[in-house]
């Protein structure tokens, strides 16, 4: 069975760094693509980030292009989120999501079949 598990969440002020991950389990090859994707209080799921995981082609939300940087360790079937100059409006909970058949990124939560359980980010002062 095929699971995803976050972590790396936490409370960090204004203008600081998270790195978040995403440990696949359950699969011995991973490749197809990967994503963020975060939801905060009384709004919808949104794109994030993806990529490509054996090309490592990536695609960003213009929300955090220049902030965020995907990436991904194939051997350790991790992939991971690093987000600087965070902003209070970053503040929601954040889900990793991927397909193992997927060729190339796709921006549309409905595209990935398997999904962790999400991690907390609040940016606060």
């Known amino acids: 069975q095929v699971q995803l598990v976050e972590s790396g969440g936490g409370l960090v002020q204004p203008g600081g760094s998270l790195r978040l991950s995403c440990t696949v389990s359950g699969r011995t090859v991973i490749s197809g693509a990967a994503a963020w994707f975060r939801q905060a209080p009384g709004k919808e799921r949104e794109f994030v980030a993806a990529v490509t995981l054996r090309s490592d082609s990536t695609h960003y939300a213009d929300s955090v292009r220049g902030r965020f940087t995907i990436s991904r360790d194939i051997a350790m079937k991790r992939i991971y989120l690093r987000m600087d100059n965070l902003k209070p409006e970053d503040t929601a909970v954040y889900y990793c999501?991927?397909?193992?058949?997927?060729?190339?990124?796709?921006?549309?939560?409905?595209?990935?079949?398997?999904w962790g359980q999400g991690t907390q980010v609040t940016v606060s002062t």
């Open positions: 999501a991927a397909d193992f058949t997927l060729p190339f990124i796709r921006t549309s939560a409905g595209a990935y079949d398997y």
